[in-house]
């Protein structure tokens, strides 16, 4: 495999993950919103640019990691939606690991 291929398979990697995230963070979203709602709070209460950018980028990781994975693969639609399969569960997996390894800060207890 030359640079050029092995480039566009890593942003490929990249781009599908985060896009997997994508869905996930979509999903969370819309459940934080719904419950704010009904609260009567305003979004800017609950929602955080920050750990959203983090929980993106995890996702950008997660696909380069499982494109290196399945390297040799074809590229194929069982390739993609795999590839965005693990943007989202294994974003989850690795803030599983964050969380439970990082020390909580004084805001969350």
């Known amino acids: 495999m030359d640079v050029t291929t092995t480039l566009i398979y890593i942003i490929l990697g990249a781009v599908l993950g985060m896009a997997g995230q994508s869905i996930r963070v979509i999903i969370g979203i819309k459940k934080n919103y719904e419950k704010a709602a009904l609260k009567g709070e305003k979004t800017k209460d609950w929602f ?7 929980s993106l980028l ?37 803030e599983g690991i964050i969380k439970k390894y990082m020390p909580e800060t004084e805001e969350k207890k």
């Open 58 to 94: 995890i996702g950008f990781v997660a696909g380069i990691l499982a494109v290196i994975y399945l390297w040799d693969a074809e590229i194929n639609r069982l390739f993609l939606l795999s590839i965005m399969a693990a943007g989202y569960s294994g974003t989850d997996f690795i």
């Open 48 to 54: 955080d640019p920050a750990r959203l950018l983090i």
